[in-house]
């Protein structure tokens, strides 16, 4: 496990999980019900920017930092203003030094009754993780491996939820082993809404992750996906996508105003793009541009 987030916090591909994170939450923020957002790779929680491993790829420049920057349009701002909340409300002097991991984020937008389980196998970020939340109620932070709490730890006892699952994708078959964990973790918590990132980059076998995905007979997935620029000629990643199952309804809408904004923002050369469509369930025609 040598994957260490803190060098990639904050970059374009956080900006698109963590606003859709976001907006799922709010989202079931909409009844009063008690839900619990299961974290199955967590990270730290809190990221400090101005650390030398910020610093040293400095990622995150292109991506909360030119979204800090950037003049929204109102409706865009309105779908960001949870996210963005919260980055603001970690850095009060502006700017943007402190970025809000996903747990932190997910904590920082809950109401008295919401609920974080998270897991985090490295364990100096386990450390790191549990020192943060210590003494909070509200988080329960686990030093486990983040596939079997895909098992163990569902159905949550509020039996509403948001399962994110946030794999570094250092070893081979994770493309696969989402497919499976989300087979595996749907058995138990089909009323769930899932959101499961993965990379784009040259190579990626995107094709066969999506039909494997729609092997699963799973009724309602919704995919994101958003690259900043061409992958000709570069190994590393070049975008990200977010497959969200059972999402809101409202999601698909909101994602056609949010990710043309992102790719305009965050785009890196002319050939960034972005795309949002059902890869089962409703529809199945892309928007994309
Ligand atoms: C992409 S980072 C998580 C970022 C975080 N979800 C966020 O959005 O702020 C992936 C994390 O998973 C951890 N990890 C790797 N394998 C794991 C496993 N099997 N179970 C739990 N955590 C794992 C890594 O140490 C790393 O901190």
């Known amino acids: ?5 803190i060098y990639h916090a904050g970059n374009f591909a956080d900006v698109l999980k963590h606003a859709v994170l976001a907006r799922l939450i709010r989202y079931l923020q909409k009844k009063d019900g008690a839900f619990r957002v299961l974290d199955t790779h967590a990270g730290v929680g809190l990221y400090d920017l101005s650390s030398q491993e910020a610093q040293t790829t400095g990622e995150w420049q292109d991506g909360i930092g030119r979204i800090m920057k950037a003049e929204l349009a109102p409706q865009v701002a309105e779908l960001l203003e949870p996210y963005l909340s919260a980055v603001r409300e970690l850095n009060p002097d502006g700017g943007v030094r402190f970025y809000p991991g996903s747990p932190k984020l997910s904590r920082m937008l809950f109401r008295p009754q919401d609920r974080l389980s998270a897991m985090e196998l490295h364990r100096e970020d386990y450390v790191r993780l549990h020192r943060l939340f210590e003494g909070d109620h509200h988080a329960r932070i686990t030093e486990l491996d983040g596939w079997l709490a895909l098992g163990a730890h ?22 696969e082993r989402l497919v499976e964990g989300l087979t595996k973790a749907y058995r138990r918590f089909p009323g769930g809404t899932y959101c499961l990132w993965y990379p784009l980059k040259r190579g990626a076998p995107i ?25 000709r000629g570069v190994t590393g990643l070049t975008g990200s996508g977010l497959i969200i199952v059972n999402p809101p309804f409202t999601l698909k809408d909101e994602l056609h105003v949010l990710l043309p904004a992102l790719k305009d923002c965050l785009a890196q050369d002319r050939f960034a ?4 469509f059902w890869l089962r369930g409703e529809a199945t025609t892309a928007k994309a541009d």
């Open 1 to 5: 496990m040598n994957y260490r987030h």
């Open 154 to 175: 569902l159905p949550p006892k509020e039996k509403r939820g948001i399962v994110l699952v946030d794999p570094p994708f250092e070893e081979d078959g994770e493309y």
């Open 207 to 231: 094709k066969e992750f999506h039909e494997g995905m729609q092997l699963t007979q799973i009724p309602k997935m919704l995919c994101a996906e958003l690259s900043v620029r061409s992958d």
């Open 273 to 276: 793009s972005q795309r949002a």
